[in-house]
């Protein structure tokens, strides 16, 4: 009986969560994406999302502020991940992003004690100051693979075709057609010509 009413609450919550996004104009989700779970969007307002056709979303999607803007293309795979933005993820057609990854567009916190000191307070209050924040761009161009357990942190560009190893930290940009892997992630390999 408990299971039944736990199912039923998360398909209300559910139902409520995509009427939402249904009436908010800066979220344009594709009729053909299959959306796992549409509480699992958590949007700031004034932000925007985009998801296209056939792109099979089951993790979460996170803006964090009004700036934010998250672009998914056509035929995408996105598993148990999460995308945190304060600034913009653009994430291409025919990508596949495996579980327990997590794609941040930003630092969180400055790196200054002196200007992160009241961040827990002004959370309390529900406030946060973003200009102390290093913010930047993530683009994962179409074809990419990003196997589980991945980081991809800002100011990064994987090229088409890369594929990122299990549990690799990527900081810097991804040469199209290649595999990285480690902490920071490394070329290990090109893909041959008759792959790409």
Known sequence: MLSILKKMLEY?????????CTRNPNINISPSANILAYRNLLLEEGSKLEIEGQTLMQGSIVTECSQAHVTIGTRTFIGGSKLISANRIIVGDDVLISWGCT????DSHSIYWSKRASDVLDWA?????WQ???KGVIHIHN??????NVTVLKNVTVGEGAVIGTGSVVTKDVPAWTIVAGN????????????R
């Open 12 to 20: 209300i919550r559910d139902y409520s969560a995509r009427a939402r």
């Open 103 to 106: 794609i941040v567009d930003h």
């Open 125 to 129: 209050r529900g406030i946060k100051n």
């Open 132 to 134: 102390n924040v290093n």
């Open 143 to 148: 074809k990419v693979w990003v196997g589980a």
């Open 184 to 195: 920071p992630a490394k070329i290990i390999k090109e893909i041959p010509e008759n792959e």
